[in-house]
């Protein structure tokens, strides 16, 4: 009875214990959870936790269809455009509800519409010009065929070989047909003259004509239907993803068109659905790269001169291992038929950096995937298509750390654009909390900030993002408007210190991520560029401490290392000294015991004696 | 009176020889733990069949390991541990590794009851304390070591950790072997029936309390309606 008494009072107790115990561990982590800072700039210290942190950048000027002057441009304001490309001085909007491409220049903080393009250059007229130029050539040929034709005729009657000589007669008909076939030649060639003239006078090409002729229904249109992107190249031709005329149309910088890439008649590219490009990225050699609606092989690939090449860097499948065996064993074919099948996932956005490398994010993914680094939301594609993304911090790019599951309000960070500044910094922008999200080349996030809501700085509809120098432009497709940051003197102290490293200035960064210290104590990089200065100064222990505040193991190490080394070259001795006096104590105390036992011994066999 | 003193003096005396005797027993239990470590086989027979172990040096042994597993988490070098310390609660720590402890003996103990295993609830709780040693004793000054190693240099570590791990796994299982009496195919199929034991309990344990806690609330709540009643 006091035996059950007993082992009931320890079941009890047991039971207590374990109710209190994820009470206790539910309490110690909760704060900052979701990913809620209450701060509008913050960044993730080494657990994961947000830490508020200064402003790195600011909101300079929103640009809107008002400030822009487009109320007095033919009076449309910009609807749910989609996407912003920067070239130089020139911004281009592609300002997809209503169906055109809005060049905006910059000066400064001035933002002026240079030009509003809603078609392209090349009207009907132009293409009947075009066409009269192309008929007479084709005539004029038709009619140098004749002229050949009829001097061999002329040569063959004249032949002195033949068996039978030629009448005059016929000889003086060959002679007149050839006459008349040269004079058509002649009218020919002078009309071809003209109309090539005529042709070239209204500014237009064959080129444009064969472009037109393609066409089933025999005319280019020259109008955008819903253009999702635009692409400017180097040497100024403007590409536009003209979503919904199932095309993407080359231009020259005056609006010539150049070149339609259309649904490519290649094995590769499945023939029954319809090619609708969404975005693209021209690189220096003026590739075009096409991100397209239901494609998931990755990106389809242009050569210059129009011709596809396949396509490169496709998302690879995500097999999870229990979903496979469900699938595969347990369900009945009509339920394997109905349920999605394992395919990859298409790219949300694309974007090229200086080295021509495209930076792709992905928005479709299971959020348990993400802190594990398989559902690798940004990844940087090199042109076999790889991801090569540097990823050196703890966690990997992945936006937010913290969120509430399986909701479709908040959920994980997903990035609807991403755009690469000119040492290597990406900045995503996140439409699930409108918030903005850069990381250095390394994979560090240097700062997250943004929100959602009306006010100037937060989005409600963030989908595109670029940049000038170091501001930023983001445009937000429900506001219709651009919000223009620029860096604040913390958010470009931070720039300078990278940028001073990479030149090899560590002194120069040192001391800039000292004062960037000085303003939010809370920033790892810094602590750790700092770390590498004073470890430069052969300040092993001074290191030590800076990366240990860092968390970064491997400078630790290193530093740890040489901190160790003068250690022992500085107490050689007194280690010696210790381990000597270990080794010889126990062996002169036992000399001594043996001694003391001989002479017990000794005095023994006397007494015995 | 003089009766009376001559009475307590050996008292006294045998009291004080007892405990002298008792320390000397413990001392030479907890002794007798590096012959068990590096013997299991023999070690564990003698432990329990010729009383060469105490049930204070198992609780020492138990503390020391808990000891052990709070110090590494706040000591180890940065380098070979990511603890977020500032989050740490050293009794929630010490706790989530002696409750799973505890339940686990006492499952095995539930379990082997049942299928002639010769073990007591004293022998098997004895038995588990001395298996956890050579965790104290590997990593204990591996918390040290780690102080005077680099990240490169990290393999050596982890090596010895898990060499205590796989030590302390396998003197769990020749422990309950010779405990029980058991061949070594039953004790496989024992520590997998005791998991599962564990679990039962914990689920009984949790659906006690959800009960008694609505039983509670029951009563809780009658006394408030009487009382509503009666003003």
Redesign the interface.
Known sequence: MRAMMKVLAV?SC??????A?PA??DD??NLERDGFSTSYTYNYD??GDAQASPDAYRVSKVIDSVSLGLDNLGGTRIRKAQSLFVKGQELYVADTGNNRIIQIRMKGDDFRVERVISEAAGTIEDYTHAENYYNKTKEYEAKIAQTLNAEKALAALQDPSRDQLASDEEIAKATTDLEEARAAEETAHDEAMTAEENAKAAGCRIWQYEAWKKNDEGAVSTFFNAPNDIAVDEAGNIYVADTNNNRVLKMDKDLNVIWEFTKPLDATFDQSISFLPNKLVVDVASRVYVLCVNVNKGLAKFEEDGTFSGFIGANAVSINMAEYIWKRYFQTKEQRAASESFVPTEYENICIDKDGFIYATNTIFSEYDLKSDSAKPIRRLNSLGNDILIKNDRYPPIGDQWWIQESTQNGPSRFTDITVLDNDIYVAVDRTRGRLFGYDSQGVLLWAFGTKGNVDGAFTGAVSVEHVGYSLLVLDQLKNNITVFTPTEYGSMIFDAINSYLQGQYDQSAELWDAVLRMNANYPLAFRGIGRAVLRQNDFQGAMKYF?MA?D??N???A??LY?KEWVEKNIWWIILIVALLLIVPLVIGRMKRMKWEVVMHEHSKVRK | MSIAKSVSKPAKAIKAESRKAWWKNYASSLRYSLYVITHPFDGFWDLVHEKKGSIAAAHTFLFLFLLTRVLKLMLTSFQFISAPIQHLNIFEQALSLLLPFLVLCLANWAMTTLFDGKGRFKDIYMAMCYALVPYVLLQLPMILVSNMLTFEEGSFYSVFLSVSVIWCVFLVFVGLMEIHDYGPGKTFIFLIVTVVGALVIIFLVLVFFSLLSDAIAYFISLYREIVYRLY
């Open positions: 079941l047991l039971a207590l214990l374990m109710t115990v206790a561990a110690s982590f080494y657990w240990e968390h193991r491997e630790y190490g290193r740890f290392k160790r």
